[in-house]
């Protein structure tokens, strides 16, 4: 929680670049881009992982119901 | 006394993904991140003109709705894509209509699109004339970059199916790129020419 105010103080010095920080339409076009690539690769890698994850989940429910081994059956 | 034990025999398991479709996939967030730059780069220069003077007046126009027509066509030839992917599933000889004229439309796509740039370069539209001729160079060829060696692709997978040498995951492999390609022309498509 400390940190959070010096994050917050780096966006300033980051708009200084005087194509990102001319202000108006411009900044705000940097800003949103850069949350765009931000969040981008976060959500593309994060949706492998999730398929990957609801997959192994359906292939371990369809191959193992009980997730126990197969109890001997009585022979008559 | 002996005693039982039940052991499990190791089942031979599937992969979730082939290699070639989980390999294709990384290659497609990569190269997403470079169309994300692009139109990231393109809307920040952009956003430093005035209302209006985006292109520049002095820049000739986009022909929007002929890229209307050919974006229609690649979009249609990513549907049969898929449809040729289903009917691979049945037999090779069902799948060669369908992939061979989803490979006619990328090709036209990329056709029409040459055609294009060489009327655009004509009327004074170059990689130099202006921000916007650069941005719509860089963008515009690297999706034909893409576009293009995903048709040589497609082209070699059909010989191959036409012999019946075809593998499933390669062939799941190239349709998943082709579907990218398909897929990210509109974004570029809105984003540089509407």
């Known amino acids: ?76 | 006394m002996s005693t039982l034990r039940l052991v499990r025999e190791p089942k031979k398991s599937e992969p979730i993904l082939p290699n070639a479709v989980l390999g294709t996939l990384f290659f497609i967030i990569a190269e997403s991140m470079l169309f994300a730059g692009f139109i990231s780069g393109y809307i920040v220069v952009e956003a430093n003109y005035p209302p209006g003077m985006w292109p520049p007046p002095e820049q000739p126009r986009l022909p929007i709705e002929v890229t209307a027509v050919t974006t229609t066509m690649l979009l249609a030839s990513g549907v049969l894509l898929w449809w040729a992917g289903r009917r691979f599933r049945e037999s090779a000889d069902a799948a060669k209509s369908p992939m061979g004229l989803a490979v006619l439309l990328g090709a036209l796509f990329v056709g029409v699109q040459g055609v294009e740039w060489v009327q655009l370069i004509g009327e004074g539209l170059t990689l130099t004339s202006s921000s916007f001729g650069g941005f719509f160079y860089v963008i515009v060829g690297a999706h034909a970059m893409h576009a293009m060696p995903a048709i040589v692709i497609l082209l070699r997978q059909r010989q191959r199916m036409l012999r019946g040498e075809l593998k499933p995951d390669a062939f799941a492999a190239a349709r998943l790129f082709w579907y990218f390609v398909v897929l990210v022309w509109p974004v570029l498509y809105w984003t540089v020419y509407l």
């Open chain 1, 1 to 76: 929680m400390a940190l959070l105010p010096v994050l917050m103080m780096l966006s300033t010095p980051a708009l200084a670049c005087p194509v990102c920080g001319g202000g108006g339409a411009n900044a705000q076009a940097y800003i949103d881009t850069m949350i765009f690539l931000s969040a981008l690769p976060l959500l593309l890698l994060g949706g492998v992982a999730f398929f990957f994850w609801w997959k192994t989940m359906r292939v371990t429910v369809d191959e193992e119901p009980s997730g126990r081994l197969p109890q001997a059956r009585p022979q008559p």
